[in-house]
Every structure is written in structure tokens, then in C-alpha cells.
Nanobody, 128 residues
């Protein structure tokens, strides 16, 4: 059974930083496109960032460009999201997701229904 587990969330003041991790097991990690989503209370799940299977191509939502950096370590089956200059609007539950059938982000990367493997989420709260 494919499993994803996020960690690294927490409470931080505006302007601070956090680094999220997502560890995969029972999953062809090095063949999968990996994505970070987030969902705030009362809002739809939003695509934050995508990285292709090699790690050489990345995509970002406009709201996080220049502040967040996605990366992966295929040897460790781990996905990362470095979040800098955090804003209260970044407060949400953050999820990682995997598409093992396609190793490329493409234009559909932010569509949640594309992904069948999801983690349980890690909460990020940014205080003003």
C-alpha cells in the first residue's frame, strides 16, 4: 500500500520559515511526480508546487513564487518544501501527493483529482 507521511509543520510568526518533509514508502518514488497542496478552513484544496521525477523541473502557484522552494531526494524517498517569508495567508493544512503513472508535472499539476496517493497532512499556522 502506497504511503506518504508529512512532517515539519508548526506555528511560526509572519516572516519566519518552515521546512516540510514528505516521506514515501511502498511507492515508486523516483518515477513519480510529487506535489504539495494546501487547504485552509472553508477553502478548496490548492496546488502549491510540483516537481517532476528527476527534480529538474518545478512549478509554483503564483501566491508562493519566490518564497517557497520544492525539492526531492530520490535516494531517501523524500520530498521537501522550504517555506520562507511566511504570511498569515499561508496558514493551512499541507499535503503531499504523488502520481506514479506520470513523472511530469504538465499543465494539470494543480488538479487534485489527478493524484491517488495522499499523505495525512501537516498543519502550518502563521501568526501576524
Amino acid at each position: 500500500q502506497e504511503q506518504l507521511m508529512e512532517s515539519g509543520g508548526g506555528l511560526v510568526q509572519a516572516g519566519g520559515s518552515l521546512r516540510l518533509s514528505c516521506t514515501a514508502s511502498q511507492l515508486s518514488f523516483d518515477a513519480a511526480v510529487m506535489v504539495w497542496f494546501r487547504q485552509a478552513p472553508g477553502k478548496e484544496r490548492e496546488g502549491v508546487s510540483c516537481i517532476n521525477r528527476s527534480g529538474l523541473a518545478t512549478w509554483y502557484a503564483d501566491s508562493v513564487k519566490g518564497r517557497f522552494t520544492i525539492s526531492r531526494d530520490n535516494a531517501k524517498n523524500t520530498l521537501y518544501l522550504q517555506m520562507n517569508n511566511l504570511e498569515p495567508e499561508d496558514t493551512a493544512m499541507y499535503y503531499c501527493a504523488a502520481d506514479t503513472l506520470d513523472g511530469y508535472c504538465r499543465g494539470s499539476w494543480y488538479t487534485a483529482t489527478r493524484y491517488r496517493s495522499w499523505g495525512q497532512g501537516t498543519q502550518v499556522t502563521v501568526s501576524s
